[in-house]
């Protein structure tokens, strides 16, 4: 990873921005994912709750 | 008896171009009602920081006003944070957590972030510069002008008028790039909406796990991310209903309008009046348009897998970002207009709600990754 960073560092400023770009894009996907799975097994969690209580 | 006409006599072109660019934002929020909370006070900063010896910024080495609130709350980037405290406070996510799949629109809709920031450095800006160019696309005035404070302090000015006056044209720019990117029947895609409530539980923990998950992330953008979802969680505990109200209320005004005038007072004609203003101006739409796109292509791209029945109305995408609740009016609107009756309204608004996190996540891994590499 070191050396990725310091081969960009010395990279253009085009592709040091695509760089980001590629960085940037694949972080908010995977920390808006994180969130979704937390919103999602929080529903399962609350679905599980209520059959219990229903039966 | 020139000292007692210097007022006249040190008037400059740049400073009458200047006070012609102040008096369209005050006329833009005014008559148009163009975010008359930051342009009226923006358009008013910066006429009088070009008003002759530019006294309320500083005068024979005298800090003035303007400059002691630039230095106070800009600088150090206070204002933006303490106004994140207050949108905070404003934001219910209850809508994301009943379609919560609607939260990668607003991760989708990021996308013009970053071709602007690639877009910019093609124009011969240096990186720290275009990342703060391109996070106009977070179509988040705070988010701007932070990164913005921290990566461009000499274009702070032109960035923050960008980034407001792009949000308040949402409903100018972005219908036609959606039905560019659309058909009429992907247009009229009516969608089911379950009614269902999230747990109090759910609510209260979501701001801390939103924090702790960007901490672990990208420890700088904690700023950023803490006082927002300081401000929701005063919300959503439910115990803080004064706090909240005030965080809302009292606090947001008065900071937006501090912010306001001295964003304005940041536009001294030396700094504004120079071709980069131009070339900002320009890339604010260029993020606002692939910030659209973005959202409507993933919609596109969702809808060849999914059945008939769960197909997702494209336009929701473009709800991606952060222009909250405008967006998902735009939508909605559009969707009216479409097929009376189709009403997509909550999807659009949690589609909303996911860009206002999905923009300030972006802008904490910018300010994580440019420092990295760029010199």
Known sequence: MDSLIQSLSHASPLSQAAAVTVGGLVGVFATLGFFWMIIWLSGKLQKGEKSKKAS | MQDIFVGFTSITWQMVVMWGIGGL???????????????????????????????????????????????????????????????GAMIDFAPLFKNPTMIFFGAAAQLGIFVTMMFATLLGFDLRTAASIGIIGAADGPTAIYVASKFAKNFLGPISVAAYSYMSLVPLIQPPVIRALTTKEERRIHMTYHES?????????????????????????????????????????????????????????????????????????DKFLNYQTILILCMGLVAFVFDTVGGVLLAKFANLFLPKDKKINPMIGACGISAFPMSARVVQKMAQEEERGNIILMQAISANVSGQLGSIIAGGLILAFVPLIAH
């Open chain 2, 197 to 269: 409530s999230a747990p109090k539980w759910l609510k209260v923990l979501f701001p801390i796990i939103v924090t702790m998950t960007s901490g672990l992330v990208a420890p700088i953008s904690v700023p950023l991310v803490g006082s927002l979802m300081f401000g929701n969680l005063i919300r959503e505990s439910g115990v803080l209903e004064r706090l909240s109200q005030t965080a809302q209320n009292e606090l947001t005004y008065l900071v937006t309008l501090l912010l306001g005038i001295t964003i304005g007072g940041s536009m001294q004609a």
């Open chain 2, 25 to 87: 934002l005050i006329w833009l929020a005014i008559k148009k009602g163009y975010e008359p909370m930051l342009l009226l006070p923006i358009g008013f900063g910066a006429i009088l920081v070009n008003l002759p010896l530019s006294v309320v910024w500083e005068h024979e080495g005298v800090a003035g006003f303007l400059k002691i609130l630039y230095d106070g709350g800009i600088i150090n980037e206070l204002f933006p944070l303490l106004i994140f405290v207050g949108i």
